[in-house]
């Protein structure tokens, strides 16, 4: 059964009714630029097949109903008066999105909603910011309104730092809500300026589960923003993306160690991004792939974002790709997924590598998706 049909019957068996309204929002892989957005920097992800749907009929005045089928969990609550959920999970998601359309003024209706995905969660392919541009979508039809792709992403970016509490950039959510079929997208996360980079058509984007869960690391996650935000500071600079590695030099001295390492990540990885864009459009894989293999060797040296399933992972890809592409470890760190671009005739020979090779912590054989870039989110 496709998704879509999984969640019309899952909304007809809880509320006994087709549904009027629907939407859509991709997960997304980034290629290249990890954990520079909250720094005000560059980052180029590209939407993935695998998506969140929402199907949702509004009625003004009665509370909201949400059944998450793929937990077969409901949550009911008054639209105007939410707050967060005790039992936290999913729901805090759902109520954050509706305590942000309440705060930017929407009159949320409240009627009856069912939520179905299949982004993996924890995997690094976020599932939850797919969720929060799903549902910002569907909830805002049901209001009537129609709002800008950014407006929605920056919407669900505020939701995802509300109720459930992750001090998260605006990567994830931009990515699911402003992605074209065909493209990776560069992001300038400061200055929101947009740009699709075409992906050439005999360049395939593979992505690999080590099969290690992100574990409970939203607390490493903002550790790492405090410790860039002190490097900041350190080089009186606003955020990273003004620092360059001279300025850095001049102030190693005054550095802790630790600090002086998630700077050097970060610096490093703006100018990475940057780069690969260029080298991708123009149909470079041997840069593209340098690139890709030295942002991977930064997030596990400066960074420490890594860990040895996926560091093993992505040195197998390279080794199998050769020199034309790279492979990475992507999304927030601490396990998930790797990512790899190669040539599209490449592609059955380096999954047999990695078969014959790769075993998730479990001792199974990892998953493995070949993705074409799938079009942002929007009402079906
Ligand atoms: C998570 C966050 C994003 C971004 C990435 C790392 O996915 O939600 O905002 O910081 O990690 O690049």
Redesign the pocket.
């Known amino acids: 059964m496709t998704l879509a049909a999984r969640l019309r019957a899952g909304f007809a068996e809880a509320f006994g009714a087709a549904p009027a309204i629907e939407s859509r929002a991709p997960g997304r892989v980034?290629l290249i630029?990890?954990?520079?957005?909250?720094n005000d920097g560059f980052?180029m992800p590209m939407a993935i097949g695998a998506e969140t749907r929402v199907a949702f009929t509004p009625q003004a005045g009665a509370p909201l109903r949400v059944a998450a089928l793929d937990f077969g969990e409901q949550d009911a609550f008054v639209p105007a008066e939410v707050v967060p959920s005790a039992a936290g999970g999913w729901r805090n998601y759902v109520r954050g999105v509706v305590d942000e359309l309440n705060r930017a003024g929407v009159a949320v209706p409240g009627g009856t909603l069912a939520i179905a995905g299949s982004v993996a969660r924890g995997t690094?392919l976020?599932s939850?910011?797919s969720l929060e541009v799903a549902l910002a979508h569907a909830l805002l039809a049901g209001a009537g309104l129609q709002w800008r792709e950014l407006d929605i992403a920056l919407l669900a970016?505020r939701a995802?730092c509300g109720f459930p509490g992750?001090r998260?950039?605006?990567?994830?959510?931009i990515a699911s809500a402003a992605t074209k079929a065909g493209h990776a997208l560069l992001i300038d996360c400061r200055s929101l300026e947009l740009r699709p980079i075409p992906l050439p058509a005999d360049i395939a984007v593979m992505i690999v589960q080590s099969g290690v869960e992100r574990g409970l690391v939203d607390g490493e996650?903002n550790t790492r923003r405090i410790e860039c935000e002190r490097a900041a500071a350190a080089m009186g600079v606003a955020a990273l993306r003004d620092a360059d590695e001279a300025r850095l030099a001049a102030v190693q001295a005054t550095l802790d160690a630790t600090t002086w390492h998630r700077a050097r990540h970060v610096i490093g990885e703006n100018r990475r991004t940057l780069a690969a864009a260029e080298a991708l459009a123009a149909d470079d894989l041997i840069t593209t792939g340098r690139l890709m293999r030295e942002s991977h060797m930064s997030q596990a040296q400066d960074f420490g974002?890594t860990v040895p399933h996926t560091d093993r992972l992505a040195a197998l890809l390279n080794h199998a790709i050769g020199e034309e592409g790279g492979a990475r470890q992507?999304?927030?760190?601490f396990g998930g997924a790797v990512v790899a671009v190669l040539r599209a005739d490449r592609v059955e020979a380096v999954r047999a590598m990695v078969l014959a090779d790769y075993r998730t912590p479990g001792g199974a054989l990892p998953s493995i998706e070949v993705e074409t870039p799938a079009a942002g989110a929007g009402l079906v």
Do not use: R
């Open positions: 980034n630029g990890e954990h520079t957005d909250y980052a690094g976020s939850s910011a970016q995802e992750v998260c950039g605006n990567l994830d959510q996650y974002i992507t999304g927030g760190g």
